[in-house]
């Protein structure tokens, strides 16, 4: 559907921004995980330590 509605030159920068917003969504829900206490209890190997993104 994306090939339709965009150009070819154009579709990178517009997936660049998606990917980027989502990395920014997740790292902010995973910065709210650990803000929130509730780490261990998404991350039960606290000595495995995921990173925020993966949290979120």
Wanted: hydrophobic share 45%; glycine share 8%.
């Amino acid at each position: 559907m994306l090939d339709r509605l965009m150009p070819r030159a154009g579709r990178s920068p517009a997936w660049r921004l998606v990917l980027a917003v989502a990395a920014l969504l997740l790292v902010s829900e995973g910065t709210l995980t650990v803000d929130t206490g509730v780490r261990r209890s998404v991350d039960s190997h606290w000595r495995r330590g995921l990173s925020y993104f993966k949290l979120g």
